[in-house]
Nanobody
Framework: QLQASGGGLVQAAGSLRLSCAAS????????MGWFRQAPGKEREFVAA????????YYADSVKGRFAISRDHAKNTVYLQMNSLKPEDTAIYYC??????????????????????WGQGSLVTVSS
């Protein structure tokens, strides 16, 4: 079971760090991703990271502002979000097991390729 945490209310230009942890399973061998869904909108890709941590892939809308990382020892994947904008307001979901090998590609920007999903964490950015 995946669980995202770390969301909350932040002012524009602020920062938050989301965490994705798993109970009863190790995330170390999975390519991981973050997606988000804003009210009234479809779920969209945010970022992905390979199981090694060496390869990352970002949506253009967050490139340069967000950073995905992982800590194998803590069995956790992170999403550091800086320079937040009101349009980043959404429920953020982590997902596991995109089958793209050791390099994450555009394949992992498609939610249908992820096999496990966690409950989301709400991020609200005020203007």
């Amino acid at each position: 079971q995946l669980q995202a945490s770390g969301g909350g209310l932040v002012q524009a230009a602020g920062s938050l760090r989301l965490s994705c942890a798993a109970s009863g399973r190790t995330l170390g061998s999975y390519n991981m991703g973050w997606f988000r869904q804003a009210p009234g909108k479809e779920r969209e890709f945010v970022a992905a990271i390979s199981w090694t941590g060496a390869s990352t892939y970002y949506a253009d809308s967050v490139k340069g502002r967000f950073a995905i990382s992982r800590d194998h020892a803590k069995n956790t994947v992170y999403l550091q979000m800086n320079s937040l904008k009101p349009e980043d307001t959404a429920i953020y979901y982590c997902a596991a097991d995109c089958p793209s090998g050791t390099v994450v590609t555009a394949l992992c920007s498609q939610s249908r390729f992820f096999r496990s999903w966690g409950q989301g964490s709400l991020v609200t950015v005020s203007s």
